[in-house]
T-cell receptor, first 109, second 114 residues
């Protein structure tokens, strides 16, 4: 079955700098790659997603890139702000969604 | 106005007890899920139902029994609770089974087994 690896597990960046979170997946047939943000004590919420027929997608300060050949995808957050502090999950989907283990992002003042 | 709701929000109980968590979605979605999030924040799918029919049943102990009376509701009953069942349980829904569809999560139920 599908396996999703996510790195790093913890990431601290200075406010205003960029943050990058990377994921790899094992099943080349996976065709949908969402990213979820989970603030402390809250539910996971979708922030951006990408389908396998697209290489890059951007939404304001957030972008996701997908390399199907290498089976990896990344989340990029630019000009980070305190409210970006949260746990971020990547996921890959074929018949069901498999989540990575999460990255705890700390934005330092 | 809540899209996906769960009750209760908190559940504290003794080992060996039986408990239920309820989930309802008002989005008109066909597919509903139960996830378990442990203390390390790992999110793992447990079950998926599509139009009241069980689609995914991960390797979950048979002490866990989901029930979907209609496509807007998916409840989770747990028998003989164990310490290791302590976690946050999230219900979620999506429009259907097809890939590329956002999953909407409920607020979670924090289960503590003493």
């Amino acid at each position: 079955g599908e396996n999703v690896e996510q790195h790093p597990s913890t990431l601290s960046v200075q406010e205003g700098d960029s943050a990058v979170i990377k994921c790899t997946y094992s099943d080349s047939a996976s065709n949908y790659f969402p990213w979820y943000k989970q603030e402390l004590g809250k539910r996971p919420q979708l922030i951006i997603d990408i389908r396998s027929n697209v290489g890059e997608k951007k939404d304001q300060r957030i972008a996701v890139t997908l390399n199907k050949t290498a089976k990896h995808f990344s989340l990029h957050i630019t000009e980070t702000q305190p409210e970006d502090s949260a746990v971020y999950f990547c996921a890959a989907r074929l018949d069901k969604i498999i989540f990575g283990k999460g990255t705890r992002l700390h934005i330092l003042p | 106005d809540t899209a996906v709701s769960q009750t209760p929000k908190y559940l504290v109980t003794q080992m060996g007890n039986d408990k239920s968590i309820k989930c309802e979605q008002n989005l008109g979605h066909d597919t509903m899920y139960w996830y378990k999030q442990d203390s390390k924040k790992f999110l793992k799918i447990m079950f998926s139902y599509n139009n009241k029919e069980l689609i995914i049943n991960e390797t979950v102990p048979n002490r866990f029994s989901p029930k979907s009376p209609d496509k807007a509701h998916l409840n989770l009953h747990i028998n003989s609770l164990e310490l290791g069942d302590s976690a946050v349980y999230f219900c979620a829904s999506s429009p259907g089974l097809a890939g590329g569809q956002e999953q909407f999560f409920g607020p979670g139920t924090r289960l503590t087994v003493l």
